[in-house]
Nanobody
Framework: QLQACGGGSVQAGGSLRLSCAAS????????MGWFRQAPGKEREFVAL????????YNEDSVKGRFKISRDNAKDTVYLQMNSLKPEDTAVYYC??????????????????WGQGTLVTVSS
C-alpha cells in the first residue's frame, strides 16, 4: 500500500530524493518514517515526520545530510539525501503509523511498510 521510489546508483557526494506515496490511504493523517537496511544488518531508523511536520533524524548517521518532508497536497513524503556516502548504501523503506509512539525508533513503531527502494553509493 506504500510505494517508495527514487532509489538508484550514485557516486559518493551525490544526491537522491526518495518519495513515498500510498494507495487507499491519506498519508497526511499518518506519522511517516524512513528506515534503511544494509546487507547483513538490521533495519535502521533514518528519519520521521509527524502529522504536524515535526521531524526527527538519526543524528549519528544522517545529521545535516538528509531531510524528510511531506507534501500533503500530493499526499507524498520525501527523503532528500545529500552528500551521500558509501555507507548509505541500503534498501530504504518508508513506513507509516497512525500515532507517534515511544517505539518510533524501531520497526515496531509502524504498522505499514513500503516495499523498499535500493540506494547504492559508490566511492
Amino acid at each position: 500500500q506504500l510505494q517508495a521510489c527514487g532509489g538508484g546508483s550514485v557516486q559518493a557526494g551525490g544526491s537522491l530524493r526518495l518519495s513515498c506515496a500510498a494507495s487507499g490511504r491519506t498519508l497526511s493523517t499518518y506519522v511517516m518514517g524512513w528506515f534503511r537496511q544494509a546487507p547483513g544488518k538490521e533495519r535502521e531508523f533514518v528519519a520521521l515526520i509527524t502529522r504536524g511536520g515535526g521531524v526527527t533524524y538519526n543524528e549519528d548517521s544522517v545529521k545535516g545530510r538528509f531531510k524528510i518532508s511531506r507534501d500533503n497536497a500530493k499526499d507524498t513524503v520525501y527523503l532528500q539525501m545529500n552528500s551521500l556516502k558509501p555507507e548509505d548504501t541500503a534498501v530504504y523503506y518508508c513506513a507509516a503509523n497512525r500515532h507517534l509512539t515511544t517505539s518510533y525508533l524501531s520497526t515496531n513503531g509502524y504498522d505499514y511498510w513500503g516495499q523498499g527502494t535500493l540506494v547504492t553509493v559508490s566511492s
